[in-house]
Antibody, heavy 117, light 106 residues
Framework: QVQLQESGPGLVKPSETLSLTCTVS????????WSWIRQTPGKGLEWIGHVHYTGRTKYNPSLRSRITISLDTSKSQFSLRVSSLTAADTALYYCARGLNADEFDFWGQGTLVSVSS | DIQMTQSPSTLSASVGDRVTITCRAS??????LAWYQQKPGKAPKLLIY???TSQSGVPSRFSGSGSGTEFTLTISSLQPDDFATYYC????????FGQGTRLEIK
């Protein structure tokens, strides 16, 4: 059974950079897309971006200038960096596996990130 | 940007009812549409992709239909486990989710 687990800080300061990692177990990174998605009560579910197992990335245009998603196949991990944080980036962050492209069949449990001084 | 509009926002129904949730796209997305179920404190669960293909392990009472700009998720006979929030997602361009439909017990 595929499992994904997010890790990273729960609290970060405004203007700083958030770094999250998703560790994949139970299957290979190869052949799939790997996404980050966040959820807030106000905006609902928001796709952040994905990295293909080949390393190709695609980002949400509204976040593109602040986002980097990368892949470490040797560790079965992929990572998210979000720069220039504001309170609006406070959210529950999920990592997920995408079939074909963005059909998210496996998700992590989510990690809550608060942006506050 | 493509806008996704789900209706209704809230739906009250009883066990055994047939229910339909609608998702409309502001422009044609072909069949690049998925449906998810989310329960409180849990990640969303993929039910349907490519508008009408059921994900492995999903009960047959869930079905999807539609193409272009109008899509539906139908639950043929509601079970107690089905009361949850449902989201559509288009992935024709980049992924955009609908605002959700909360299915509650009448």
């Amino acid at each position: 059974q595929v499992q994904l687990q997010e890790s990273g800080p729960g609290l970060v300061k405004p203007s700083e950079t958030l770094s999250l990692t998703c560790t994949v177990s139970g299957d290979s990174i190869s052949g799939y897309y790997w996404s980050w998605i966040r959820q807030t009560p106000g905006k609902g579910l928001e796709w952040i971006g994905h990295v293909h197992y080949t390393g190709r990335t695609k980002y949400n245009p509204s976040l593109r200038s602040r986002i980097t998603i990368s892949l470490d196949t040797s560790k079965s991990q992929f990572s998210l960096r979000v720069s220039s944080l504001t309170a609006a980036d406070t959210a529950l962050y999920y990592c997920a596996r995408g079939l074909n492209a963005d059909e998210f069949d496996f998700w992590g449990q989510g990690t809550l990130v608060s942006v506050s001084s | 940007d493509i806008q996704m509009t789900q209706s209704p926002s809230t739906l009250s129904a009883s066990v055994g009812d047939r229910v339909t949730i609608t998702c409309r796209a502001s422009q044609s997305i072909g069949t690049w549409l998925a449906w998810y179920q989310q329960k409180p404190g849990k990640a969303p669960k993929l039910l349907i992709y490519k508008a009408l293909t059921s994900q492995s392990g999903v009960p047959s009472r869930f079905s999807g239909s539609g193409s272009g700009t109008e899509f539906t998720l139908t639950i043929s006979s509601l079970q107690p486990d089905d009361f949850a929030t449902y989201y559509c997602q288009q992935y024709s361009t980049y992924s955009i989710f609908g605002q959700g439909t909360r299915l509650e017990i009448k």
